[in-house]
């Protein structure tokens, strides 16, 4: 056998051995338990802080944003809402008049002035089971119909 044949055949030898200590290293070879389970680590580089680079922040979790909750319904001239409510509830609307005026909870007996164009929101418990009428008291004009049933 000639040199150069020989050299040939340590060069395939030696890369074969690369090869077999790569697919080695990769298989998961080397556990003891003998499950074949395959674990890795990955390493990522962080940067050292330098002179010119300031030193990185931990930053804050992520605080998810709160699903705004739905407003009451608004009562206005023009029409009146139907508002249903379960004994023991509160109830709660807002109220809005293009005018000085002043809104009337009919049965409950409560009055709450409003400023022109002044949103306003009513809230009371609802004690008393009933039908009752909500109102703009000066024009005497229905704006609202509360229903309270019983628990």
Do not use: W
């Not at 003891?32 to 580089?45: E, I, K, L, Y």
């Not at 008393?128 to 628990?151: K, M, T």
């Amino acid at each position: 056998m000639s040199r150069t044949q020989r050299l040939t055949f340590l060069g395939i030898a030696a890369v074969i051995a690369v090869v077999a200590v790569v697919v080695i290293l990769t298989a998961g070879g080397g556990d003891d338990d003998g499950s074949g389970t395959q674990a890795s680590a990955t390493q990522t580089a962080t940067p050292t802080p330098t002179q010119d680079q300031p030193e990185a922040q931990p930053q804050d979790a992520e605080t998810p944003t709160p699903t705004p909750k739905p407003k009451p319904p608004l009562l206005q001239g023009g029409k009146v809402t139907r508002l249903e409510f379960k004994e023991g509830d509160t109830v709660k609307f807002r109220v809005v008049s293009p005018v000085a005026e002043e809104v009337h909870i009919h049965g409950y007996d409560i009055a709450k002035d409003l400023e022109p164009n002044k949103e306003i929101t009513v809230s009371f418990p609802a004690t008393i089971e009933g039908i009752f009428e909500i109102e703009y008291e000066h024009a005497a004009e229905q704006i609202g119909e509360l229903r309270v049933e019983p628990n």
